[in-house]
């Protein structure tokens, strides 16, 4: 049994001149999935489409910067893009769910396997999950950012096979190939590294109403393959796509999953949770971490920046401030600034009492790409 996650951006499901929404894709949209349903496929469907629904509905002409002012009117759109989803859905007779995320939520570790919990009932049942980012109480510091970037954190989470990204445009190009005719179309990457040598160009999104261009499309790729997750960009006015490419027809831009992928845990501690401050390291400890896979030892730490506490999740980096991993750490801060640079066994001495024999456990260590 298939497990898909498709992404949905506000360019596809509003019309640019007016705001309105699409009826004709978002209708296309909903009887692919119910296809793939009725193939034995599981889906979650991950929707943009609130602010901009609402901007529609309030007679706004373009997406608010104000934090309240842009959560009061997500507040407005929720409702009336859900109110289309269901009745789309019911006319297909396939029962749905709206679920709505914060990354706060999920940074807790019992949440986030609740939430896994919940999806997995949900698709047990037959039911299609749609999500999106809970905008009317996410703080600003602790959102996504961006659709897509959850539908990544999403794919990871459910365990996903497939990540559709649906877009403004057909696949992925060395450059915008709306302004730039000599922009080169790539079918297949099989590592994100190729794109520093396609020669990639990315830009922001151009519909005025959506969050993010290409290069929050190609960071979500990044978080999906490492998951292990075979993840596609293409066309979002053509859902129907879909299928075929499922079908192994060569449509829209597809990221091979790397072939080790990491596991659930590491994936939470990777791309859920906000760092609470940065780790420098001398050259052996970076070597140590990210070539022979040991823990991150006092040692080997030149540096202790920001205010954290045991098991908050701090950044690794090198001695040129370059992040290299992520991890928990066993120490607060205030210790740390105590014990860096010291052997393990003098530790207890300098504490005054006996602590764990490394900074960060390889367990709890993710490198970063």
Known sequence: MTTIVIKIGTSSLTRSESGNLALSTIASLIETITNLRSQGHRVVLV??????????RLGLTEKPRNIAMKQAVAAVGQGRLMRVYEDLFTSLRQTMAQILLTRSELARRSSYVNAYNTFQQLL??????IVNENDTTAVEELKFGDNDTLSALVAGLVEADWLFILTDVDKLYSADPRNNP???PI????????????????GDSVSGRGTGGMITKIEAAKIATAAGV???????????NILKILNGESIGTQFEPQPQPVNARKHWIANILVPSGKLYLDMGAVQAISESGKSLLAAGITQVEGEFYPSDAVELCNEEGGEIARGLVNYSSTELQQILGCRSEDIPDILGYTG??????RDNLVIKC
């Open 47 to 56: 929707s943009s489409g609130a602010v901009g629904v609402g901007c529609d």
């Open 124 to 129: 047990r049942m037959d039911v299609v999950p």
């Open 182 to 184: 000599d922009a080169l």
């Open 187 to 202: 079918t297949l990457v099989e590592r994100i590294e190729q794109l520093e040598e396609f020669q990639v160009q990315t």
């Open 230 to 240: 075979r993840t596609v960009i293409t066309d979002g006015q053509i859902p129907a």
């Open 356 to 361: 764990s024999d490394t900074v960060v456990h």
